[in-house]
């Protein structure tokens, strides 16, 4: 005889990949396998995460517009490929460690 199919409510299953549980994390709330919430509930639980990547990129600009420096930094390395490099100098006994943001800006402007 066929075990009766779980039911598993896929609003739910989006909500919590919304708030970041783990597939493993939601699969035990939801007493079903892994592999069954992934089989069953891909779309939901891809819709979630993007729900909470777009709500973290939200608060992270938002920050960054408050002048939040070290989120301005990352955000510039994330999306102006912007990096850190360090600059070491050796003269007789003392090394000098510059770290500075380096911008390859494509528009031929000052930088």
């Known amino acids: 005889m066929a075990r009766q199919r779980k039911a598993v409510d896929e609003k739910l299953v989006e909500r919590l990949a919304a708030i970041g549980c783990t597939d493993r994390e939601i699969a035990t709330l939801l007493e079903v396998s892994e592999n069954l919430l992934r089989r069953r509930c891909r779309a939901a639980l891809d819709r979630g995460r993007t729900r909470l990547k777009k709500s973290l990129r939200r608060k992270q600009i938002e920050l960054a517009r408050k002048g939040n420096v070290p989120m301005l930094i990352w955000l510039g390395k994330q999306y102006l490929d912007q990096r850190d490099r360090q600059?070491?100098?050796h003269s007789g006994?003392?090394?000098?460690?510059?770290?500075?943001?380096?911008?390859?800006?494509?528009?031929?402007?000052?930088?």
Not at 97 to 106: H, L
């Open 93 to 111: 006994e003392e090394i000098k460690i510059v770290e500075r943001i380096v911008t390859d800006r494509i528009d031929g402007g000052p930088g």
């Open 87 to 89: 600059d070491v100098t």
